[in-house]
């Protein structure tokens, strides 16, 4: 079966685009959660769906991300007016209730570079 | 405010030795622990874990240690070989039920076996 699905791979924008990164679950996979890692920094978290209802948004550092997930698949994250910060890489993460949710599966990340 | 940290940002060790990672954690509630590893230019692949009533959890090469009382685990791997050589990430959640849990990450150590 198919991993987690991260699309575009990589993401060259200019400062002030808007951007849309879009993640692929495993199929059946009721949990996704989004990260980012910048640059000599650690995974840090932006949102968890469980189905389509995200219960912790604590992690969006501004107004400007958001992030929604429909049919209880496919996600997208989406940043506005983009910021030279925001450069980093953004990963995706889906886990199952047949682990407990205690194992997430990576995809392989959207790297996007704000210039 | 970071509650999972690694404080050894990399790691060289001789092929064959063994590998020490280190990681602490702030949160008491934490109790469930990981060990991903990642290559460049892909996501973190899950490698092992362990539930706060163990202290010991062991799979082949790499054992992982949990000592509550200090909030401290590691990972250990022996014998050490040039494919193990990635960026290695701590864990931690503290589920809540039914719902998923969020991970809490660290910034991750960068082992380097040296053949």
């Known amino acids: 079966g198919a991993g987690v699905s991260q699309s575009p791979s990589n993401k060259v924008t200019e400062k002030g685009k808007d951007v849309e990164l879009r993640c692929d679950p495993i199929s059946g996979h009721t949990a996704l959660y989004w990260y980012r890692q910048s640059l000599g920094q650690g995974l840090e978290f932006l949102i968890y769906?469980?189905?389509?209802?995200?219960?912790?948004k604590s992690g969006l550092p501004s107004d400007r991300f958001s992030a929604e997930r429909t049919g209880g698949s496919v996600s997208t994250l989406t940043i506005q007016r983009t910021q030279q910060e925001d450069s980093a890489v953004y990963l995706c993460?889906?886990?199952?209730?047949?682990?407990?949710?205690?194992?997430?599966?990576f995809g392989p990340g959207t790297r996007l570079t704000v210039l | 405010d970071q509650q999972v940290k690694q404080n050894s940002p990399s790691l060289s060790v001789q092929e064959g030795r063994i590998s020490i990672l280190n990681c602490d954690y702030t949160n008491s509630m934490f109790d469930y622990f990981l060990w991903y590893k990642k290559y460049p230019a892909e996501g973190p692949t899950f490698l092992i874990s362990?539930?706060?009533?163990?202290d010991k959890n062991e799979d082949g090469r790499f054992t992982v240690f949990l000592n509550k009382s200090a909030k401290h685990l590691s990972l250990h791997i022996v014998p050490s070989q040039p494919g193990d050589s990635a960026v290695y990430f701590c864990?931690?959640?503290?589920?809540?039920?039914?719902?998923?849990?969020?991970?809490?990450f660290g910034t991750g150590t960068s082992l380097t076996v040296i053949p």
């Open positions: 864990a931690a959640s503290a589920p809540v039920l039914d719902t998923g849990n969020q991970f809490y």
């Open positions: 769906f469980q189905g389509n209802s995200a219960p912790d």
């Open positions: 362990i539930s706060s009533i163990k």
């Open positions: 993460a889906s886990s199952s209730r047949l682990t407990s949710y205690n194992e997430q599966f």
